[in-house]
Structures are given as structure tokens and as C-alpha cells.
């Protein structure tokens, strides 16, 4: 019988969920723990990444937010199957710990866990907790916050440890960087998965308003929506703007330390990863994120003057280009930015995370 202590991740099927539980479980494995993880089909499209001793179960789960009425009334079916899959694994392999990373995925696991009366531990990346953290938040041991402050309900112990980032992000913590000039500056474009539509919309205009003696040395990436590529492909193009458009890049800490500027939405695990690197940002919370946390999340950024906010509600390429221009053509602004954003950025936070693990599941 294996003396390996087992965690059991249980996490949604986004990038914000994924890539904060994927830096967890790669420290584990160094501290020599089994880890499982359990997330979506969603989920699995990140699998690839991750490393191959992880072992990787998918979680029948579902949501109440999607689909008609003959998907709803499936629901609650769906989920008992999952938490019934889930309780059977873990009879047959009892773990020393559970922790949460959010989204529905992760409700069989949760449930499971504190059925049976299995230790647990959430980490939740906003300032806001989600549905399914707020649910599970006072029926955990600790829940570990990535920004701070962040709203709880009653009756949790928190602790704040930071957003984890991946290890292709910890390989380029605080990358040398080369301030703005009169020489090609990259610039990146970051939607997320929900948000990447009003960047696709703005961005481009706003860059064709720059002066051309700036123009001429920017050269873009920028992610945007499968349905959006061809028409934001097309705009470059006829601008004569170097720019490379993709639906995903999947070397987006290389990306980052190359640039001068970073173009973003302000999900949790883009800011912990910008400010890793540390590079200035134009931040544009996602107008619609519950709570509107994504502002939240930009609040430490912002206040640190490693950021410049601009809602969506007086986002238009006049106003982006303004800002793309203040800090493209001042190295002194664009140089504070950067420092300030190292100050503000947490690299060792997944060992945090992995520390109250260990604590906690002892």
C-alpha cells in the first residue's frame, strides 16, 4: 500500500481554474505527494500541459446557467451521478485532502469530500467568491484568497497566498525588460475566454489612430475569438500593422516578457501573471464578471501605478489609444510601471498554497 499522501484538485473548466490548480499540483509533486485531478471536458483541453504523473479523472457535473429546459431537468441527475462516481473513488482511495479551485466541475468532489468528512481547503482567484466557493467557503477548513481584500461570506477562515501561476510563468519571473523606443515593440492582446470580443472590437481601431512614427514599430499578438480572427486579420492587414491574431497562444509567458505593454482583461490569473513578469498594463475588467470583480482584481495594480483601468463603459479607440501612446512613447513611465508591477506580484504563491495544504491534510 502506497504511503504517498494523496490531494485530490477539483477545478471548472477555464484557464482561471485550471492554471492556478496545474501550479498547485506541480508543486506537490515535488514535495512527493500523489495528486489527482478532477475537473470537465472543459478542463481536460488543458490536460496537455500538465505533467503525466498527475493522474486526471473527468467529473460529471452540470449547471443550472446553461442550455433548455431538458438540460436543467437533467441537472441535478448529473450531479448526484457525479458525486456518487466521486464518493466511490474516494472509498477506494481515501485522500489526506481536497481543495477546491471553483466552477460547478468541482461540486461532485466538494460535496464528496465533506460527506465524507475528508479535510478541505478552497482557493478562490478573485476578490469576489464564486457560486460554488461561496456555497462550500464556511464548510471548509481554510479558504486561501489570491487577492486580498476579497469578500466572504460568514463563517469562513481565510488566509490571503496569492494567485499560483504556471512554472513557464516562474521561468520568466521578473524577465529583463526593454523599456519603449524608437525600435520594434510587441505589444499583447489578451481576452480570456469571455471578454475577447470588446478587445477584438477596439483594440485594432485604436492602434490605427496611434501616430504613424509609433505605429510603425508596434508589432501585435493578439488573442481573440475563432469567430473574430479574420475580420481583426483583415483590419491589421489593410492598416499595413504587423500582427499576429490566434484563437489561443500557447506561449503566452514568452509572449509576456517580450512585451513592452500588455493589452488585457483583468481575470484573476492574467494579473497574477503579469505581475510575475512584471510589465505595465492597460487593464479592461470584463463589464459583466459577477460582482465585477475583475475591477477588484485590477484595484492593486492600479493603485500601485503599475496600471492604467479603463472601464468598459468609456472604452473607444480614442481613449485606448491615448494610453497606448502615453506609455509606448515615455520609457520613464513605462519603467515605473514595470517596478510597480514586480511589487505587486506574488511568484511563490503556489508554494504558500501547497504550505496550508500541507497543513492542513498532515
Known amino acids: 500500500m502506497s504511503m504517498q499522501r494523496l490531494c485530490v484538485i477539483a477545478a471548472g473548466g477555464t484557464g482561471g481554474h485550471m492554471f492556478p490548480a ?55 441527475p448529473k450531479i448526484v451521478w457525479g458525486v456518487m462516481q466521486a464518493m466511490a473513488q474516494m472509498w477506494r482511495d481515501r485522500p489526506d485532502i481536497v481543495v477546491g479551485f471553483g466552477g460547478y466541475p468541482s461540486v461532485p468532489t466538494m460535496v464528496s469530500a465533506w460527506v465524507m468528512n475528508i479535510p478541505g481547503i478552497l482557493h478562490e482567484q478573485n476578490s469576489v467568491l464564486g457560486k460554488v466557493n461561496c456555497f462550500f467557503g464556511p464548510r471548509v477548513s481554510r479558504v486561501a484568497c489570491g487577492v486580498w481584500p476579497t469578500q466572504l461570506p460568514k463563517g469562513c477562515k481565510a488566509l490571503y497566498v496569492g494567485n499560483p501561476v504556471r512554472s513557464g510563468v516562474i521561468q520568466r519571473a521578473a524577465a529583463p525588460y526593454i523599456p ?51 475580420r481583426v486579420s483583415d483590419f491589421y492587414m489593410h492598416q499595413g500593422i504587423a500582427a499576429e491574431v490566434q484563437p489561443f497562444f500557447t506561449d503566452i509567458p514568452r509572449r509576456m516578457s517580450e512585451a513592452q505593454l500588455i493589452i488585457s482583461r ?34 492593486a495594480l492600479v493603485d500601485a501605478g503599475a496600471a492604467i483601468l479603463i472601464p468598459e463603459s468609456i472604452l473607444d479607440a480614442t481613449t485606448l489609444s491615448a494610453q497606448i501612446s502615453t506609455v509606448l512613447s515615455n520609457q520613464e513611465v513605462a519603467m515605473t510601471m514595470m517596478r510597480s508591477a514586480l511589487e505587486v506580484g506574488k511568484p511563490d504563491a503556489a508554494e504558500h498554497l501547497a504550505d496550508v495544504v500541507e497543513s492542513v491534510g498532515s
Open 22 to 76: 496545474q501550479s498547485l499540483a506541480e508543486v506537490l509533486l515535488e514535495r512527493g505527494w500523489r495528486v489527482r485531478l478532477s475537473t470537465d471536458e472543459r478542463g481536460l483541453r488543458y490536460v496537455r500541459s500538465i505533467p503525466q504523473s498527475i493522474e486526471v479523472v473527468e467529473a460529471r457535473a452540470a449547471t443550472f446557467g446553461r442550455g433548455g429546459l431538458l438540460s436543467k431537468g437533467l441537472v441535478l
Open 180 to 230: 519603449p523606443g524608437d525600435y520594434p515593440m510587441q505589444l499583447l492582446v489578451l481576452g480570456g475566454s469571455q471578454g475577447a470580443r470588446v478587445l477584438s472590437d477596439v483594440v485594432p481601431s485604436a492602434l490605427a489612430e496611434l501616430p504613424t512614427q509609433l505605429l510603425a514599430n508596434v508589432r501585435v499578438s493578439h488573442q481573440a475569438r475563432e469567430e473574430d480572427i479574420d
Open 266 to 299: 483583468s481575470g484573476a490569473s492574467s494579473i497574477a501573471e503579469i505581475t510575475v513578469i512584471g510589465r505595465p498594463s492597460i487593464l479592461i475588467p470584463f463589464s459583466e464578471a459577477t460582482g465585477d470583480h475583475q475591477t477588484q482584481n485590477a484595484r
